[in-house]
Nanobody, 116 residues
Framework: QVQLVESGGGLVQPGGSLRLSCAAS????????MGWYRQAPGKQRELVAT???????NAADSVKGRFTISKDNAKNTVYLQMNSLKPEDTAVYYC??????????WGQGTQVTVSS
């Protein structure tokens, strides 16, 4: 059982930045894919960005060039650096871990609100 704890959410003005952190209860080196997802009110949860155990990254078109996913294996932590935030980025952001063949774990989520 992998436990994931997100932090770093909050209220920020449009154009501002936030860095989210996701701390895992075990070595993320053994986790095949870690990712950030978000869910806005009334909408389905959607992929934001992922990073593999080898360091390959992927991001949704809506955040490319603004958000960056990274990880620190020594700290068992994955980060999401969010720049140039927009009101439409407002959502609960969730951390997800995937271990082959089919083990999936989610964090409890952290609220990000972009508003003036």
């Amino acid at each position: 059982q992998v436990q994931l704890v997100e932090s770093g959410g909050g209220l920020v003005q449009p154009g501002g930045s936030l860095r989210l952190s996701c701390a895992a209860s075990e070595s993320i080196f053994s986790i095949n894919v870690m990712g950030w997802y978000r869910q806005a009110p009334g909408k389905q949860r959607e992929l934001v960005a992922t990073i593999t155990s080898g360091g390959s990254t992927n991001a949704a078109d809506s955040v490319k060039g603004r958000f960056t996913i990274s990880k620190d294996n020594a700290k068992n932590t994955v980060y999401l650096q969010m720049n140039s935030l927009k009101p439409e980025d407002t959502a609960v952001y969730y951390c997800r871990a995937f271990i082959v063949p089919a083990r999936v774990y989610w964090g409890q989520g952290t609220q990000v609100t972009v508003s003036s």
